[in-house]
């Protein structure tokens, strides 16, 4: 799990100089199709329920799944980069926010915020704390900013499984849900919006749009439960996590 997390973080890192205005996304897809292959890795998600492609690029208001094509990104344009790879049999899965030239107010909030709901959401992760315990940590911190936390997709178990039991849903009540224990492997992936919750699938039926249209941002982290916390398999190898890295 550590050489697949790495490897799908350095993915990340490496990819992150590729994002400017004027780039489109399925360049951006193609480097990271080139990075899987000569690390000696395989793209998780070339295959999976009939996707094609090496990653998931969602700009600003696709909420997660966005296709990879020729759209052109324009400055301030934010965006979320998922890879999945898979080592010796073993799933890697995280994805970050980058933006297009320069970041703009509201969308650095959201960026902020959502970074932020994720790493409240881990340090709840602990044995004999719950999957609600994690939920809870994210929903209460993401509406006290007056931003909502998206319900139609939800964090996963994975290993040698991409998508595996249990739902780890970012929203919830203390105490709730299944109780986690040392040597479970998950993600936490939390989705937040800057106007309502509610998405819609395109007619491409993967691209998940906000229903109103409203900016959406997204991290995640493949981690295990250990004695006392939590191991982050996808750490940024160059602490490039948070697009205002530089
Ligand atoms: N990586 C995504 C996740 O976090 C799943 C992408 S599946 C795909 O679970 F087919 F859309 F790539
Ligand atoms: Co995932
Ligand atoms: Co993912």
Request: hydrophobic content about 40%; overall charge negative.
């Amino acid at each position: 799990m550590h050489r697949a997390g790495h490897l799908a973080a350095r993915i990340l890192d490496d990819v992150a100089p590729m994002v400017f205005p004027g780039q489109t996304t399925e360049e951006i897809d193609a480097a990271i199709e080139g990075m899987v292959a000569d690390a000696g890795a395989v793209s998780a998600t070339i295959g999976y329920r009939g996707y094609k492609h090496a990653s998931c690029i969602s700009v600003n208001h696709v909420v997660c799944h966005g296709i990879p094509g020729p759209k052109v990104l324009k400055e301030g344009d934010i965006l979320n980069i998922d890879v999945t790879v898979i080592v010796d049999g073993w799933f890697g899965d995280t994805s970050r926010m980058y933006v297009a030239g320069k970041l703009g107010r509201k969308a650095e909030r959201l960026v902020q915020v959502t970074h932020d709901a994720l790493m409240k959401g881990i340090e709840a992760v602990r044995p004999g704390n719950t999957f609600g315990d994690i939920g809870h940590a994210i929903q209460s911190f993401v509406e006290a900013q007056r931003m909502s936390v998206v319900r139609d997709f939800c964090g996963h178990g994975l290993g040698q499984v991409f998508h595996a039991p249990p739902n780890v849903l970012h929203y919830g009540r203390p105490g709730t849900g299944p109780r986690l224990e040392e040597g479970m492997f998950f993600t936490i992936e939390p989705m937040v919006n800057l106007g309502r919750p509610e998405t819609k699938v395109l007619a491409d039926d993967w691209t998940a749009v906000t229903r109103d249209k409203s900016l959406s941002a997204q991290f995640e982290h493949s981690i295990g439960v250990t004695a006392t916390g939590a191991d982050i398999f996808t750490l940024s190898p160059g602490g490039k996590f948070h697009p205002t890295w530089t």
